[in-house]
């Protein structure tokens, strides 16, 4: 009776794609490749695959992005699903949409050779196979309503940063310019930053001071009741 159900349905395929979003003087770039097999060989399209037999559709998504890295364990967040009966040419598609951050430093650069991957400023995003362009409007989008509550955006970062490094990022995640005052005034009154005593002094003689994202401290604070707004 189970077997016949089922087998009155009609099957198609369900797939993931990741919309990996690296940052970069000042820019954030999304990693892209050219496919080298049909249906649109030789256009640019996100980084994706099938969902596996016995894979969970968060475990497809974290070994995309893990073949595609060499990174375990990369932060990650589902973006939605993406339906449309005629988005694929191949066959019937479903596919659901994650975003992963990530700082470009940390990639396996002999694996972007292997995908053909490149990393690609967002203003100059080209025309992507399928919905792609839309999954990475909606990314940006839903990005920047969890930055401004969840400290996401240190994962772009380098472990070590300044001050100005980290109010470029919050600029290009919310594409304004933000007060600088008052973006330290926040930084400040929220205490989750630990200065060190090292200075990058690339940008002048004086320097700006290193920080770290204190993680453990944030938690503990969470846990109280801590609510994160930038």
């Given at each position: 009776?189970?077997?016949?159900?089922?087998?009155?349905?009609?099957?198609?395929?369900?797939?993931?794609?990741?919309?990996?979003?690296?940052?970069?003087?000042?820019?954030?770039?999304?990693?892209?490749?050219?496919?080298?097999?049909?249906?649109?060989?030789?256009?640019?399209?996100?980084?994706?695959?099938?969902?596996?037999?016995?894979?969970?559709?968060?475990?497809?998504a974290s070994r995309?992005?893990?073949?595609?890295?060499?990174?375990?364990?990369?932060?990650?967040?589902?973006?939605?699903?993406?339906?449309?009966?005629?988005?694929?040419?191949?066959?019937?598609?479903?596919?659901?949409?994650?975003?992963?951050?990530?700082?470009?430093?940390?990639?396996?650069?002999?694996?972007?050779?292997?995908?053909?991957?490149?990393?690609?400023?967002?203003?100059?995003?080209?025309?992507?196979?399928?919905?792609?362009?839309?999954?990475?409007?909606?990314?940006?989008?839903?990005?920047?309503?969890?930055?401004?509550?969840?400290?996401?955006?240190?994962?772009?970062?380098?472990?070590?940063?300044?001050?100005?490094?980290?109010?470029?990022?919050?600029?290009?995640?919310?594409?304004t310019p933000l007060?600088?005052?008052?973006?330290?005034?926040?930084?400040?009154?929220?205490?989750?930053?630990?200065?060190?005593d090292e200075k990058?002094?690339?940008?002048?003689?004086?320097?700006?001071?290193?920080?770290?994202?204190?993680?453990?401290?944030?938690?503990?604070?969470?846990?109280?009741?801590?609510?994160?707004?930038?």
């Amino acid at each position: 009776m189970t077997a016949a159900f089922y087998q009155n349905e009609v099957k198609f395929f369900v797939a993931v794609d990741c919309i990996i979003l690296g940052f970069n003087s000042g820019e954030l770039n999304v990693l892209l490749y050219k496919r080298n097999f049909e249906p649109l060989k030789g256009q640019w399209s996100l980084m994706g695959g099938f969902i596996k037999s016995g894979e969970s559709v968060n475990e497809a998504a974290s070994r995309v992005l893990t073949e595609c890295s060499g990174i375990d364990n990369l932060f990650m967040d589902q973006v939605g699903a993406y339906g449309d009966v005629t988005r694929d040419l191949g066959e019937r598609v479903i596919s659901v949409a994650y975003y992963s951050l990530v700082n470009m430093n940390d990639f396996n650069r002999e694996l972007l050779k292997e995908h053909n991957a490149e990393w690609v400023k967002i203003s100059e995003i080209p025309e992507l196979i399928f919905d792609h362009n839309q999954m990475v409007a909606d990314t940006l989008a839903r990005l920047k309503r969890k930055a401004a509550t969840c400290p996401i955006g240190f994962n772009l970062l380098p472990e070590k940063f300044t001050l100005p490094q980290l109010q470029s990022l919050y600029e290009a995640i919310y594409q304004t310019p933000l007060d600088k005052r008052n973006f330290r005034k926040k930084l400040n009154s929220m205490d989750i930053l630990e200065k060190l005593d090292e200075k990058d002094k690339k940008g002048s003689k004086r320097g700006a001071f290193y920080y770290m994202f204190n993680k453990e401290k944030y938690d503990r604070l969470l846990n109280q009741g801590f609510y994160f707004s930038l």
